[in-house]
C-alpha cells in the first residue's frame, strides 16, 4: 500500500483532490444555495471573499474561496511593526549574499523557547515580495505552541512547508490540518493559521513562493496517472470557535516585515466555505515513481511532486522534487546521479535516512545543502568510485529515506544567518565531497 506509516496517527477528515473546487459545512445548510452573497447569510453569518488570483484571471487559473463566518477578518485593530526572534527580512536584495561556492549545512539546531512566529530562519533566496516575484527559503526550529490567542499569515506568499522533525497541527481559517514528517504542507497567501506541537519540537524546511501558485507537473507522454496523483491531496473540512470576546493578536508578514493587530474575536470562525483556494497536504509516501528501465539516470524533473511556473514555458520559479524509495534496474549506467552544472538553482535537504548519493556522512537529516547557479555538484568521491564498480543487479535505494529539493530558475542569494550566525555551514563541504577524486585518462 503505497502510503506513510506514521507514528502519529492521523485525527482530522479531509476533502480529496487537487486544484478542484470544494465546499464543506460545519453546520449543514450554513452554505447559501444558489448566490454567494445574499442579502442575508443563512445563520447570521457575513460572506467574505477571499481571492488568491485577479479578479480576471483566466479560469483555469483562477483561484477564489468564499468564507460564511461569525464576524469578518476586517474587524481588527491598527498594525504595528513587531520584531520577531527569526531572520525573516527579505524585502530587497540588499541583505543577500551571491557566492557561487557549494554549501552545505550540518543539521540546525531544535529551539525548545519559541514558537512558529519567531522560529522561521530566512535562509536563501531571490525576488521582491512587493513585486511578487521569486521565493524565500527557511528553516524553521519551534519548541512551543502557538498561543491559544494568536494568528499568523504571510501577505507575501504561499507557504509549502516540510517537517523533518516533529508534528504540526495547524489550525486555519479553513479547517485542520495534522502535517508529519514525509508530509508537506500548503498553506496560501493571506489565510490565517496556528501551529500546535502535539509531539513537542518541530524541526523542517519552508519554502515561500512569492509568485503565482503550486500547480502538479504536466505528465506528456507518461499519461493520465503517475508523480503525484490529484486524488491523493487533502483538503480540510470545515471547523469553526465561537469566540466573540476575547482578546486575539493577529500576527502578518508582509514585504518581509512582521506587524501586528489585535480583535476581540477569533479568525478561526468559519463555519462554512466554497472555492478553489484553500490550503492542502499530501503524503510523499503515495508518490508514483517514474524511472529508466533501460539505461540512464532521468532528469531530477521527473521526480516533481509540484510545480510553479514561471512565464517561459518549461521554466520554474519553483520545482518540489524528490527522491524517495525506488528500484534502479538501468544497465550498463552509473546508476547515481551525474555530475552536473545547471541553470537552475538546487537547495536540498534531507526529511530522513541517507540519500544514496552522498555516502560521506556530511548530508544529514535537518541539514540542507545548495548547489547554485552553474556551480558543479555530484556524487562524492565515494559514491563516485563505489557506483563505478557496483555488480549492475536490480537494487533498491532510499529505503527509509526521504531527500528533497527546492529548484529555482533563480540564481539564489544567502543571508547572514544562513552564511554565518547559524554556525552550520560546513567549511570542508566541496574537499571532503570531491577532493580526492583521482584523473582515470588514460
Known amino acids: 500500500m503505497p502510503v506513510t506509516k506514521f507514528q502519529t496517527p492521523e485525527k482530522y477528515n479531509y476533502l480529496d483532490g487537487f486544484g478542484t473546487y470544494h465546499q464543506s459545512e460545519a453546520i449543514s445548510g450554513a452554505l447559501p444555495r444558489g448566490s454567494n452573497s445574499?442579502?442575508?447569510?443563512?445563520l447570521g453569518l457575513y460572506a467574505e471573499k477571499l481571492s488568491g488570483t485577479a479578479f480576471t484571471a483566466p479560469r483555469h487559473q483562477s483561484q477564489q474561496s468564499w468564507l460564511y463566518r461569525i464576524l469578518p477578518s476586517a474587524a481588527h485593530g491598527a498594525f504595528t511593526k513587531h520584531q520577531p526572534g527569526g531572520e525573516i527580512d527579505n524585502s530587497g536584495t540588499g541583505r543577500w549574499n551571491f557566492v557561487p561556492d557549494q554549501l552545505r549545512w550540518s543539521p540546525f539546531d531544535l529551539d525548545s523557547q519559541v514558537d512558529w512566529i519567531d522560529g522561521m530562519h530566512l535562509v536563501a533566496g531571490a525576488g521582491d515580495a512587493a513585486l511578487k516575484t521569486g521565493i524565500g527559503i527557511s528553516i524553521f526550529s519551534v519548541?512551543?505552541?502557538?498561543?491559544?490567542?494568536?494568528?499568523?499569515?504571510?501577505?507575501?506568499?504561499?507557504?509549502?512547508?516540510?517537517p523533518q522533525h516533529g508534528t504540526l497541527d495547524i489550525q486555519t481559517e479553513f479547517g485542520e490540518l495534522l502535517v508529519r514528517p514525509n508530509e508537506i504542507a500548503v498553506i496560501p497567501r493571506g489565510i490565517r493559521h496556528r501551529v500546535l506541537l502535539p509531539d513537542g519540537p518541530s524541526r523542517g524546511y519552508?519554502?515561500?513562493?512569492?509568485?503565482?501558485?503550486?500547480?502538479?507537473?504536466?505528465l506528456g507522454p507518461i499519461g493520465s496517472n503517475g508523480l503525484a496523483n490529484q486524488r491523493d491531496f487533502q483538503v480540510p473540512t470545515a471547523f469553526y470557535?465561537?469566540?466573540?470576546s476575547s482578546k486575539w493578536r493577529i500576527f502578518s508578514k508582509f514585504n518581509g516585515a512582521y506587524f501586528m493587530a489585535t480583535q476581540f474575536h477569533t479568525p478561526f470562525d468559519v463555519v462554512a466555505w466554497h472555492g478553489t483556494y484553500y490550503p492542502f497536504k499530501y503524503d510523499l509516501g503515495r508518490f508514483n515513481t517514474i524511472g529508466s528501465i533501460s539505461y540512464d539516470h532521468p532528469d531530477p524533473s521527473i521526480f516533481t511532486v509540484l510545480?510553479?511556473?514561471?512565464?517561459?514555458?518549461?521554466?520554474?520559479?519553483?520545482?518540489?522534487?524528490?527522491f524517495p524509495p525506488r528500484w534502479l534496474v538501468q544497465e550498463g549506467t552509473f546508476r547515481p546521479p551525474w555530475f552536473h552544472r545547471n541553470t537552475m538553482s538546487e537547495f536540498m535537504g534531507l526529511?530522513?535516512?541517507?540519500?544514496?548519493?552522498?555516502?560521506?556522512?556530511?548530508?544529514?537529516?535537518?541539514?540542507?545543502s545548495l548547489h547554485n547557479t552553474m556551480s558543479g555538484h555530484g556524487p562524492d568521491s565515494?559514491?563516485?568510485?563505489?557506483?563505478?564498480?557496483?555488480?549492475?543487479e536490480p537494487t533498491k535505494v532510499g529505503e527509509g529515506s526521504m531527500a528533497f529539493m527546492f529548484e529555482s530558475c533563480f540564481m539564489l542569494g544567502i543571508t547572514d544567518w544562513g552564511l554565518k550566525t547559524c554556525e552550520k555551514a560546513q567549511d570542508d563541504y566541496t574537499e571532503q565531497s570531491w577532493a580526492s577524486l583521482q584523473p582515470k585518462f588514460v
Open 38 to 42: 445574499p442579502q442575508k447569510c443563512p
Open 143 to 162: 519548541g512551543q505552541s502557538m498561543p491559544k490567542d494568536t494568528a499568523f499569515y504571510s501577505a507575501d506568499g504561499d507557504l509549502l512547508i516540510v
Open 206 to 218: 519552508a519554502c515561500e513562493l512569492y509568485q503565482g501558485h503550486f500547480n502538479l507537473p504536466e
Open 241 to 244: 470557535e465561537k469566540d466573540t
Open 307 to 322: 510545480t510553479a511556473p514561471s512565464s517561459t514555458p518549461g521554466v520554474a520559479v519553483l520545482d518540489f522534487v524528490i
Open 351 to 368: 526529511v530522513d535516512g541517507d540519500y544514496d548519493a552522498k555516502e560521506g556522512g556530511g548530508f544529514q537529516p535537518g541539514g540542507a
Open 382 to 392: 565515494a559514491t563516485f568510485d563505489k557506483a563505478s564498480n557496483a555488480r549492475l
